[in-house]
């Protein structure tokens, strides 16, 4: 995934704080549920940055 969609995606979990009423399609147990996801996605990336860049 191109690094500037990752951007996009981690500032939408974690951008403005919204209402659950401004988001109509999106319950606020959703949302975390993807923030949670992006988070783990995101973690397991520099991870692996971490790892390779230890095994140079």
């Not at 951007?7 to 403005?16: C, F, K, N, S």
């Not at 009423?21 to 397991?44: F, H, N, W, Y």
Request: charged share 35%.
């Amino acid at each position: 995934m191109p690094l500037e969609i990752r951007e996009l995606q981690i500032r939408a979990a974690v951008g403005p704080r919204e209402t659950p009423s401004e988001i109509p399609s999106a319950s606020s147990t959703d949302l975390e549920g993807m923030k949670q996801e992006i988070v783990r996605e995101v973690t397991e990336e520099v991870l692996k940055m971490i790892q390779l860049k230890l095994e140079r």
